[in-house]
């Protein structure tokens, strides 16, 4: 990760800043922004490695990750003690 991005990870929080990072490469995410991040969002894994790596992120098993349905997600807030399962607003 460059260290511009790093900085802008570990200290936008003090300074009003919000950051987004999106991927579809779970695995390759540094552990900056994970240890960093207010709220994690996920959507259907489709890869075991990115199961598996996501569900210790949220601590839910990989396997609940792997089979949400379309437009279906999970999330979790960081100073929550549990990843909540939603449904698509319709």
């Known amino acids: 990760m ?6 802008r990870i ?7 800043k ?3 990072s999106i991927t579809q490469k779970s695995f390759e995410v ?5 240890s960093n991040a207010e709220y994690i969002f996920v959507f259907k894994q489709g890869w075991i490695r990115d199961a598996e790596v996501v569900a ?7 396997g609940a990750l792997a ?4 437009y ?4 979790k807030y960081k100073y929550s003690d549990e990843a909540l399962f939603m449904e698509p607003v319709t």
Do not use: M, Q
Request: hydrophobic share 30%.
């Open 30 to 34: 540094h552990k900056a922004i994970v």
């Open 2 to 7: 460059p260290n511009v991005f790093e900085d």
């Open 56 to 62: 210790k992120w949220i601590n839910v098993k990989s």
């Open 67 to 70: 089979k949400l349905p379309k």
């Open 18 to 20: 919000t950051t987004i």
């Open 72 to 75: 279906h997600y999970c999330y």
């Open 10 to 16: 570990r200290t936008g929080r003090n300074l009003g």
